[in-house]
């Protein structure tokens, strides 16, 4: 008797004839119906988002494709320098860049609002969790930002549509508190975090969010790149930079 596991998935199969994915059949029930990130919510849910759920899950995403030249941006750049016949390369290259510090922040921050709110319905004290939190975390991930100080301005925004599309709740309260007890900004994937906890979203998917969004960003980031070329001068100033300290430490 075979004791191998059956090969499945749940998201989509095809025949010659049809396409289905998660239940609906490509050409007829989602072409023309719904938009990249309306798409992306069906793949994390297994379900259609309602019309709130839409404007809100697209913000979230679309906030994160774009921030110009940073880290993962010219990660990509230089790495179509020196491979343009490869951009899925590129795009990888800068993709691998979104860590703990830069994007994939929102995981640790949506996977420390739920550990620390795991029912949003219960009654909890916000403002003693924002306080041990603050005191036990050396770091916190989606709090603090090098550029937007005193106020990220994606944040705000985020919010109001979260009131908006009556998805304000105790996460998002929570992490408020925590910034202004830290006395930084709450920043961008900070926000994204929370509202992700406030849709039911898995933490473990957080990260993912800013992944599929960046990717679009660094698609760009490419073609603007083979069309007005900066890599080269980048690469060529941190040669001519780390000549100079060179030159300096030997006399």
Same mark, same amino acid.
């Given at each position: 008797?075979?004791?191998?596991?059956?090969?499945?998935?749940?998201?989509?199969?095809?025949?010659?004839?049809?396409?289905?994915?998660?239940?609906?059949?490509?050409?007829?029930?989602?072409?023309?119906?719904?938009?990249?990130?309306?798409?992306?919510?069906?793949?994390?849910?297994?379900?259609?988002?309602?019309?709130?759920?839409?404007?809100?899950?697209?913000?979230?995403?679309?906030?994160?494709? +774009?921030?110009?030249?940073?880290?993962?941006?010219?990660?990509?750049?230089?790495?179509?320098?020196?491979?343009? +016949?490869?951009?899925?390369?590129?795009?990888?290259?800068?993709?691998?860049?979104?860590?703990?510090?830069?994007?994939?922040?929102?995981?640790?921050?949506?996977?420390?609002?739920?550990?620390?709110?795991?029912?949003?319905?219960?009654?909890?004290?916000?403002?003693?969790?924002?306080?041990?939190?603050?005191?036990?975390?050396?770091?916190?991930?989606?709090?603090?930002?090098?550029?937007?100080?005193?106020?990220?301005?994606?944040?705000?925004?985020?919010?109001?549509?979260?009131?908006?599309?009556?998805?304000?709740?105790?996460?998002?309260?929570?992490?408020?508190?925590?910034?202004?007890?830290?006395?930084?900004?709450?920043?961008?994937?900070?926000?994204?975090?929370?509202?992700?906890? +406030?849709?039911?979203?898995?933490?473990?998917?957080?990260?993912?969010?800013?992944?599929?969004?960046?990717?679009?960003?660094?698609?760009?980031?490419?073609?603007?790149?083979?069309?007005?070329?900066?890599?080269? +001068?980048?690469?060529?100033?941190?040669?001519?930079?780390?000549?100079?300290?060179?030159?300096?430490?030997?006399?």
């Amino acid at each position: 008797m075979s004791t191998r596991k059956p090969i499945r998935s749940d998201l989509g199969w095809s025949t010659a004839e049809r396409i289905v994915v998660l239940g609906k059949d490509l050409p007829r029930e989602i072409l023309g119906r719904f938009n990249l990130g309306d798409m992306a919510f069906l793949e994390l849910t297994g379900r259609s988002p309602s019309a709130r759920e839409s404007k809100l899950f697209n913000a979230m995403v679309v906030t994160l494709v +774009e921030h110009g030249i940073t880290p993962s941006a010219l990660a990509a750049r230089l790495t179509y320098l020196g491979a343009p +016949e490869a951009m899925q390369a590129a795009v990888a290259a800068g993709l691998c860049g979104l860590g703990s510090v830069f994007v994939g922040s929102t995981e640790g921050c949506a996977r420390m609002l739920f550990e620390e709110i795991p029912d949003p319905k219960a009654k909890v004290d916000l403002k003693k969790i924002a306080r041990r939190i603050v005191a036990e975390r050396k770091r916190i991930p989606g709090i603090g930002h090098p550029l937007h100080k005193p106020v990220d301005p994606r944040t705000p925004r985020l919010f109001a549509i979260a009131r908006e599309c009556r998805f304000y709740g105790p996460y998002c309260r929570l992490i408020e508190r925590v910034a202004e007890e830290k006395g930084l900004p709450l920043n961008a994937t900070g926000a994204i975090a929370a509202l992700a906890c +406030e849709m039911g979203f898995d933490w473990k998917i957080c990260r993912g969010l800013g992944v599929m969004a960046r990717a679009v960003g660094l698609v760009g980031h490419i073609l603007e790149e083979s069309r007005r070329p900066i890599a080269g +001068e980048i690469w060529r100033r941190g040669e001519e930079e780390a000549s100079r300290h060179l030159r300096r430490k030997r006399k």
